[in-house]
């Protein structure tokens, strides 16, 4: 059974950091990724990331988050600098792709200005 747990989601103040981790356990993916729903919108990719280390950002975050992954850990982290109100949603992690992957149960990022 596949299981993500996420962890490291709070309120911060504009300008400030977070970071986002991922425990999976039941199976091992090769494709990682955070998406991200902000209420109204439809859930979107903030960033994944591909085997050993290839990784895609998404326009809005690129240069100020960073995804990353232990493979011994099986855990994906997403490290989010110089946050924005705008960044302000729903972090989910996910595994194995957006379409036939596993979710995991989301954690709340809120960014004040």
């Known amino acids: 059974q596949v299981q993500l747990v996420e962890s490291g989601g709070g309120l911060v103040q504009a300008g400030g950091s977070l970071r986002l981790s991922c425990v999976v356990s039941?199976?091992?993916?090769?494709?990682m990724g955070w998406y991200r729903q902000a209420p109204g919108k439809q859930r979107e990719l903030v960033a994944n990331?591909?085997?050993?280390?290839?990784?895609n950002y998404a326009a809005s975050v690129k240069g100020r988050f960073t995804i990353s992954r232990d493979i011994a850990k099986n855990t994906v982290y997403l490290q989010m600098n110089s946050l924005k109100p705008e960044d302000t949603a729903v972090y989910y992690c996910?595994?194995?792709?957006?379409?036939?992957?596993?979710w995991g149960q989301g954690t709340q990022v809120t960014v004040s200005s």
């Open positions: 990331i591909i085997g050993g280390g290839n990784s």
């Open positions: 039941g199976s091992i993916f090769s494709i």
């Open positions: 996910n595994a194995g792709g957006p379409d036939f992957g596993y």
